[in-house]
């Protein structure tokens, strides 16, 4: 039975922990005196972090569904609350430390970032095609905003614009299929429209609504072959946007991905524990070519990058690629793969970005070749950056060994022995690319062999992101434990 | 004793590993320092290598029978999927696991003489020998899978940074073959964890012994198809580590670039991981496809032999010749184990040892004249014979072992190989002995030009071997040496485990 909005509310503190903070920043954009001062920053980290407390604090089993029905409060929703806010959180240390947005209004800045932040909350969330569509607006129109945050820079601007014109292509046609699963169900509600497609023969509507459907969360994994935004964006954005686009709004488009595609289009089997088909779309097999595309693609474009962010962006197709591969097994343990996953992809993944930032701030460049001699010029950077780049490749004893592990498992174990070809040589030839960076830090000489100072500060930051990455790839039980409990998906 | 006794293994494998961190620890400027801590890291295995030896049972087996295995150590390690921290020794690994003592700690003091950030390169070869240790004492798949990718990281680092003017090429070749190798094998593991199961607590499993009792395999893994599949992929992965033709290409240039010790290290233990993981994995798991593919293999081993002589032989790079020495070595091991009989697995294993210590010294003894003349063209030198007759010595030696001379522990190898597969495949091996004479060949060759004949009258002043480098090759050529004339204490090390193998090998057919 749906609680009601005002009984709702008391289920909802992590949302409005960051709406309070959203308004409070308005506040203090409005009556500070400096657009740079770090109020703004500070501010934004002590709602964030209360909004991950809350939400650690939510009881989220029995699950509930709030506000008449619109959002849940399940596992799977209060996993990805604290993912995207432990996300958010590092950004925020990132835009703290980033050269390029020193000069720029602060407040505005961490306003946008939040509001994506809610978002992302509300789309994890989302049991309602209408609150769906919204919550993805609200991740993405802000994601404009800051992709553009560079005013005055040609790349910057280039970024946004691209962003927004492939964004509102995809969600009109997102919005085109959603209103044929209305049409032809009668209903805005997930679990009821799953129902009522159970029911009927209508197949070719419903997997053109499925595909239509897919358009729109594919923009937002960037899964090939709706990824071309992304490098270009992911090139021009602040680079601390680029890091948070990669992980955060990535995580939310992957948790209403799974969210949608199993309640509409398949249902819970008591006996065997895993889900099946209820309706005729057979979708799983269009998304394990499209996951085999997809990190196909991601890897072999990345080879010839010479901008490490672009090479990052490539790399980060890549790796939705993998993480579709436990999406279309229908299984628990496939989704639980895919959590676990994201945990150690945020790490390893914000780590090789913050690095870029670091670098970036002193050679105001992101070539690879300017990473030459890195392994000399900041050796505690480097060899961080060479943590998360083999944890990337996926080579023990770093996490992302762990989370292919249990990828490629679930894969064999229902029997998809291609995909698990494809994706294990993906790895070997991501190798080549990530590989290809740490020949220039360790291997080459340094063109400037100036030494490259990391304050005490960012040098922590690193620290938080490295240990997991490192203490993940030996023993992840913990993690494991808490992301199989996450897989308890409301269905109602 | 206790706890050295309860966690020798375990201590083998990591000590080595907490001298490289505190050899991380410890601030700029204390190269010496960091050469001692290294040192004495790397000499701590050893001692526990000769307690591992003499404490050794040699009556029981082990290869398929948890509880014949010695020293075992076995915990739950990520109890939600069974990965476990199991290992233990038996005598397919114990000569390895001492082999592996003696060379690093050798490779160490081999490098003694390298300044450029001796920090890092120091930490680097500790990890690569946790990385061996690991590979030859675990029982887990899932554990020997991750000692056997963290070696793939120090290895390139050590061929990348400190190696010779193609390093990078050399560096990223290596890895890129072995990731490919590794992945393969990463799928046929979880192939295997998820069509079998434990016996006693029936559910899925890494430990690798349980998978070697064939009625825990399901349907599917009945299939003989598949298991031939299976069986490929580990083969694969095995093959490009020996490296068998046509996996080999990426051992020329990775031991060309690599530092001396490196090289050492590459051609002394870790082209025996592949050899070790057929013996220790993938025979016992598919002894119906082993028997199946026996031929296929016993002819790659024998290409191996004579291939790589060949290259050996048109080789003008003294390096390259060695490396390529060692393919030809590597074939032998092949064609013992594909033969599948006593004399030919005990062979097939002794040649792993023996070749492990003779190749060291081959890959010492360029590093000594490289280090010298810094170039190593075969046809470059002439006459060093009389300039510096130590080192010739050495080489005499480290050549006549390594062309299988009698009275050297290659020949003693050589020979069981060649007994235990000649009743098995005539024709091949026939072939394979012509190698042998090819092999002769180059040794002599290059024996002749580059220390016989008219003095190059630019080498007149060539310092001899000092003491350091003589003590990295003595306790090499004194071993090759005793145990040619007395194999017995080697050959009842792993005699037992060995006949073991081929009769579970055997059994199915």
Redesign the interface.
């Known amino acids: 039975m749906p609680l009601g909005n005002l009984a709702s509310l008391s289920h909802f503190l992590p949302e409005l922990a960051v709406t309070a903070t959203i308004l409070l920043l308005v506040v203090t954009h409005v009556v500070g005196k400096s657009r740079q001062s770090a109020a703004p920053a500070l501010l934004s980290l002590a709602g964030v972090g209360a909004a991950l407390l809350l939400t650690a604090l939510q009881p989220s089993a029995p699950g509930k569904l709030l506000f008449e029905g619109m959002v849940a409060l399940d596992g799977f929703a209060v996993f990805f609350k604290a993912l995207t806010a432990l996300a958010t959180i590092v950004v925020i240390f990132m835009s703290m430390e980033s050269a390029e947005l020193a000069d720029r209004s602060q407040a505005e800045y961490y306003i946008f970032l939040l509001s994506v932040l809610l978002g992302m909350f509300l789309l994890s969330a989302s049991t309602d095609i209408v609150m769906l569509y919204l919550s993805l607006e609200l991740v993405s129109i802000p994601s404009y905003l800051l992709a553009g945050y560079l005013k005055g820079e040609g790349k910057s601007t280039e970024a946004a614009t691209k962003y927004v014109v492939f964004g509102a292509t995809a969600s009109g046609v997102m919005i085109y299929g959603l209103s044929l699963l209305f049409g032809l169900t009668g209903t805005t509600h997930l679990g009821e429209i799953g129902r009522a497609l159970a029911l009927g023969k209508a197949t070719t509507p419903m997997f053109l609504a499925a595909v239509m459907v897919a358009v729109g969360f594919g923009y937002k994994i960037a899964a090939v072959p709706f990824h071309m935004w992304s490098p270009d964006v992911y090139e021009g954005a602040p680079t601390p946007i680029t890091a948070f686009l990669s992980v955060g709004p990535k995580a939310a488009g992957f948790a209403i991905l799974v969210r949608f595609f199993y309640t509409v289009f398949a249902s819970p089997d008591a006996a065997s524990g895993a889900w099946k088909l209820s309706s005729s779309v057979d979708w799983t097999v269009l998304f394990a070519v499209l996951s085999a595309v997809t990190m196909s693609v991601g890897n072999l474009v990345a080879i010839n990058q010479t901008n490490v962010k672009r090479l990052l962006a490539y790399s980060s197709i890549a790796h939705a690629g993998y993480m579709l591969m436990g999406f279309v097994l229908l299984t628990p343990d496939g989704i639980k793969a895919i959590l676990f996953y994201l945990v150690v992809y945020l790490f390893m993944n914000l780590g090789a970005f913050y690095v870029v930032i670091l670098v970036a701030n002193a050679t105001r460049s992101e070539d690879i070749a300017d990473y030459s001699g890195l392994g000399t010029r900041a050796p505690f950077a480097a060899v961080s950056f060479a943590i998360f780049l083999f944890a990337l490749t996926g080579i023990p004893p770093f996490s992302g060994f762990i989370g292919k592990v249990y990828l490629f498992a679930e894969v064999i174990n229902r029997g998809v022995y291609w995909l698990a070809l494809v994706a294990a040589i993906n790895s070997v030839v991501s190798l080549y690319y990530y590989a290809r960076i740490i020949k220039v830090m360790f291997l080459e000489d340094p063109k400037d062999k100036s030494e490259i100072a990391v304050p005490a500060f960012p040098r922590a930051v690193l620290c938080l992101l490295a240990v997991p990455t490192l203490v993940l790839g030996v023993y992840w039980e913990p993690v494991i434990r808490v992301a199989a409990n996450s897989v308890k998906m409301l269905v109602f | 004793m206790g706890f050295i006794d309860s966690h020798i293994l375990s201590l083998m494998t990591f000590l080595p590993l907490a001298g490289g961190a505190v050899i991380l620890c410890l601030p700029k400027g204390n190269d010496n320092l960091v050469k001692i801590i290294a040192a004495v890291a790397s000499f701590f295995p050893i001692p526990l290598a000769a307690r591992l030896w003499f404490a050794f049972d040699q009556t029981v087996g082990g290869v398929n029978v948890a509880n014949q295995f010695q020293f075992v150590e076995h915990y739950s390690?990520?109890?939600?999927?069974n990965v476990e921290y199991f290992m233990g020794a038996d005598g397919i690994s114990m000569p390895m696991l001492v082999l592996t003592a003696l060379i690093s700690f050798l490779a160490v003091i081999g490098s003694w003489e390298i300044n450029k950030?001796i920090k890092g390169y120091m930490a680097l070869l500790l990890l690569l020998e946790t990385g061996m240790m690991g590979v030859f004492a675990s029982l887990d798949f899932f554990l020997f899978?991750?000692f056997w990718?963290?070696m793939?990281?120090p290895m390139?680092?050590l061929i990348?940074?400190w190696g010779g003017p193609r390093?990078?090429y050399a560096?990223?070749k290596f890895?890129?073959y072995t990731?490919?190798g590794s992945?393969?094998m990463?799928?046929v593991i979880?192939?295997l964890?998820?069509n079998t199961t434990n016996p006693e607590t029936g559910g899925h499993t890494f430990n690798m012994l349980h998978y070697m009792t064939q009625s825990v395999h399901n349907a599917w893994l009945k299939d003989f198809d598949v298991r031939i599949l299976l069986f490929l992929g580990l083969f694969i992965g095995f093959a490009i580590k020996v490296p068998l033709f046509p996996f080999h290409t990426w051992l020329p240039d990775a031991h060309v670039e690599a530092p001396t010790a490196i090289s050492v290290i590459l051609a002394g233990i870790l082209l025996k991981m592949g050899t070790y993981g057929l013996m220790r994995i993938s025979f016992p798991i598919f002894p119906d496809v082993t028997v199946w593919f026996a031929v296929p293999m016993a002819i790659l081993g024998v290409i191996n032999i004579v291939y790589g002589a060949l290259c050996a032989m048109a080789q003008s790079d003294l390096k390259k010749m060695v490396a390529y020495s060692s393919v030809s070595h590597m074939g032998f091991c092949l064609l013992g184990m594909a033969a599948l009989t006593p004399a030919g697995m005990v062979g097939a294993s002794f040649q792993m040892f023996s070749h492990g210590m003779i190749t060291s010294m081959l890959f010492f003894l360029v590093g000594v004249v490289y280090d010298r003349a810094h170039h190593r063209d075969i046809d470059g030198f002439g006459g060093l014979g009389a300039v510096v007759p130590v080192y010739t010595f050495f080489v005499a030696v480290a050549f006549f072992a390594s062309l299988g001379l009698p009275g050297f522990s290659g020949f003693v190898a050589e020979a069981m190989v060649f007994i235990g597969s000649f009743p098995v495949f005539r024709t091949i091996v026939i072939v394979a002995a012509s190698g042998i004479i090819i092999v002769a060949a180059f040794h002599l060759w290059a024996l002749q030009r580059v220390f016989l004949g008219p003095l190059n009258p630019k080498y007149a002043q060539l310092e001899e071997i000092n003491a350091r480098e003589i003590f990295c090759l003595a306790p090499l050529a004194l071993l090759t040496l005793y145990f040619g004339v007395n194999p017995m204490p080697v050959l009842n090390l792993m005699s037992t485990s060995l006949l073991k193998l081929v009769d579970v090998v055997k059994m199915v057919i």
Do not use: D, M, N, T
């Open positions: 390690w990520i109890p939600s999927i950030q899978y991750v990718e963290v793939l990281l390139y680092f990348g940074i390093k990078e560096a990223i890895f890129l990731l490919l992945v393969l990463l799928l979880l192939a964890y998820f």
